[in-house]
T-cell receptor
Framework: GAVVSQHPSRVICKSGTSVKIECRSL??????MFWYRQFPKQSLMLMAT?????????EQGVEKDKFLINHASLTLSTLTVTSAHPEDSSFYIC??????????????FGEGSRLTVL | QKEVEQNSGPLSVPEGAIASLNCTYS??????FFWYRQYSGKSPELIMF????GDKEDGRFTAQLNKASQYVSLLIRDSQPSDSATYLC??????????FGKGTKLSVKP
């Protein structure tokens, strides 16, 4: 199956710093990438949807100036948490889909990134 | 806004038993339904998807869909301790994303 690589898997940072999380599709071109966030004992909540070369579409309640998403190529999307605070501590997961073939539209998930803000 | 509801559990079954996981969804127009398994601290992994009413079997897993009742279920036969995880039900959203339920925690006791 298609592989989506996400890193770092874990990151600890001080309050006020910025953290960048990368999501790469290794063997296919991801036309769309989705960024999710999961708090403890909660479900995955969609933060934003990004299409290659376009600005990301953010879900209601997600600050676009705080969570910067870049999808400059068909194999790479990044999420930057700017001026992180302890309440941003969460599990961030990317997922990618592609538009062609028998599994068109199937989502492939990255391994997730655990962010802890001290 | 589409919603997906699941009983959070925990659901505890003995090894070898059948585990039954249930899910309801709010949007009658939903077409695609998914079951994911998520181990603690890990990303979800796809178990099955189902699009048509009725049953779909894959090994020990059977997904059941009833669109009239807006109900999806997952049966796990011959449950094993390694099946202990949180099971997430999801429906396809309008942007191609997945909308997840909160998940049901399953514990299979040896």
């Amino acid at each position: 199956g298609a592989v989506v690589s996400q890193h770092p898997s874990r990151v600890i940072c001080k309050s006020g710093t910025s953290v960048k999380i990368e999501c790469r599709s290794l063997d296919f071109q991801a036309t769309t990438m989705f960024w999710y966030r999961q708090f403890p004992k909660q479900s995955l909540m969609l933060m934003a949807t990004s299409n290659e070369g376009s600005k990301a579409t953010y879900e209601q309640g997600v600050e676009k100036d705080k969570f910067l998403i870049n999808h400059a190529s068909l194999t790479l999307s990044t999420l930057t948490v700017t001026s992180a605070h302890p309440e941003d501590s969460s599990f961030y997961i990317c997922s990618a889909s592609w538009s062609g073939g028998a599994t068109a539209g199937e989502l492939f998930f990255g391994e997730g990134s655990r962010l802890t803000v001290l | 806004q589409k919603e997906v509801e699941q009983n959070s559990g925990p659901l505890s079954v003995p090894e070898g038993a059948i585990a039954s996981l249930n899910c309801t969804y709010s949007d009658r127009g939903s077409q695609s339904f998914f079951w994911y398994r998520q181990y603690s601290g890990k990303s979800p992994e796809l178990i099955m998807f189902i699009y048509s009413n009725g049953d779909k079997e894959d090994g020990r897993f059977t997904a059941q869909l009833n669109k009239a009742s807006q109900y999806v279920s997952l049966l796990i036969r011959d449950s094993q301790p390694s099946d202990s995880a949180t099971y997430l039900c999801a429906v396809r959203g309008s942007q191609g994303n997945l909308i997840f339920g909160k998940g049901t925690k399953l514990s299979v006791k040896p």
